[in-house]
């Protein structure tokens, strides 16, 4: 699934292309692609005719485009397999095309939602009472992600050592932390030697500020490379796949040497998911710890 370094490369993409533009018609072609729109596709199709899309905003993994008339936006979430494209307007169809949006413009491009698997979506909703920055009111419940200049580095502090959890689980915590994934978990996990079980309750305060650092660190660098692409699934707004994957310290590392100590870095089952990490320089927390 794509993580904060991915979901704004698409931001920046629709910032630059979409931004400003006014919408000519809507296309719903997979009724899933809307199911979080209750009101159904035709129903978003009809509510966008006419409107003119302002910035892309995003928090975590979530993006939106607000409308410039009314108190709404266009909430999207990529999903597994979702992929947010601005197309010339005469290339041919995705097989997984979902959404079509074309504009009132003489550019020449549209927008499209293209979703393999169709856990992703588009869907309008209203903005989250005491909104300053338009935060659709489904995702009011997210936090900020370590990127945001108004996350507090304090308050992540202390709500780590209550929560009373591990460390790794805490990082996926959207109401913690957001647009932190199983990748770039791992990635910071591995940068602060910290085993992924490791109690939150023992994460003293220059430790949860060390790791804090850690994340923002890879997050950027994964940001200057595009993101972080395994497949042909994750692309930016004009198809383009991220090479961040080349600098990865642990993901997907399973029996290659550690960069740092040389031992085989090992993979874990764990919650439906993978961790990566070294035996050698993330040790497992002692029994009771």
């Excluded at 006014?22 to 809307?34: F, G, I, N, S």
């Excluded at 290339?91 to 293209?114: M, P, Q, S, Y």
Aim: proline content about 6%; aromatic content about 8%.
């Amino acid at each position: 699934m794509p993580e904060l370094p991915e979901v704004e490369v698409v931001r920046r993409g629709l910032e630059r292309w979409v931004a400003g533009r006014t919408v000519a018609e809507v296309e719903v072609l997979h009724p899933r692609a809307v199911r979080r729109h209750v009101a159904g596709g035709a129903d978003f199709a009809a509510r966008l005719a006419g409107q003119r899309f302002g910035v892309a905003r995003r928090r975590g993994k979530y993006l939106w485009l607000p409308l410039a008339e009314g108190d709404a936006s266009v909430l999207g979430h990529l999903g597994m397999s979702g992929q947010l494209l601005v197309q010339p307007e005469d290339t041919a169809d995705e097989k997984h095309l979902r959404i079509r949006v074309r504009f009132d413009d003489a550019a020449g491009t549209e927008l499209r939602f293209v979703d393999q698997r169709t856990f992703g979506g588009l869907s309008l909703h209203d903005t989250a009472p005491d909104s300053t920055d338009g935060l659709p009111d489904v995702i009011a419940h997210i936090a900020r992600d370590p990127l945001d200049p108004e996350f507090d580095d304090e308050a992540f502090q202390r709500a780590l050592r209550l929560r009373r959890t591990t460390v790794k689980r805490a990082l996926l915590d959207q109401s913690l932390i957001s647009g932190v994934g199983n990748i770039y978990a791992d990635e910071a996990l591995w940068r602060s030697r910290l085993h992924y079980d490791r109690p939150t309750a023992t994460m003293t305060r220059p430790r949860s500020a060390e790791l804090l650092g850690h994340v923002r660190d890879v997050m950027n660098a994964a940001l200057a490379a595009g993101g972080t692409s395994f497949d042909a699934l994750y692309v930016n707004v004009n198809g383009e796949s991220g090479y961040f994957d080349r600098s990865l310290d642990a993901y997907g590392r399973e029996g290659e040497p550690c960069h740092r100590c040389g031992t085989p870095m090992r993979r874990r089952p764990w919650m439906n998911r993978s961790s990566y990490f070294c035996p050698r320089c993330q040790r497992p927390p002692r029994a009771g710890a």
